[in-house]
């Protein structure tokens, strides 16, 4: 006779307590977890849009300026 220890029996119970498979499938799944999401606002959206592109624009020209100042120390160091 051999006996399950606790943790054995919970992963028993456990696995057989579970929920029945729903038949909706995957899309179905998916465009009830679509309803649960808040959506922003107009304003929202279009503010963190401006937010997005402003950083991605400064980010972009940080780099364009730092890539040019070492183009032009290694120009001046080799030449």
Do not use: C, H
Request: charged share 15%; proline share 4%.
């Amino acid at each position: 006779m051999t006996s399950s220890t606790p943790k054995e029996n919970n992963l028993e119970e456990s696995t057989q307590e579970q929920e029945p498979v729903s038949q909706k499938g995957f899309l179905g799944s998916t465009i009830d977890e679509l309803k649960l999401v808040i959506w922003p606002s107009r304003q929202q959206l279009f503010s963190e849009s401006i937010a997005v592109i402003l950083m991605v624009t400064l980010s972009a020209a940080l780099i364009a300026a730092l890539s040019r100042f070492y183009g032009w120390g290694a120009s001046q160091l080799f030449s």
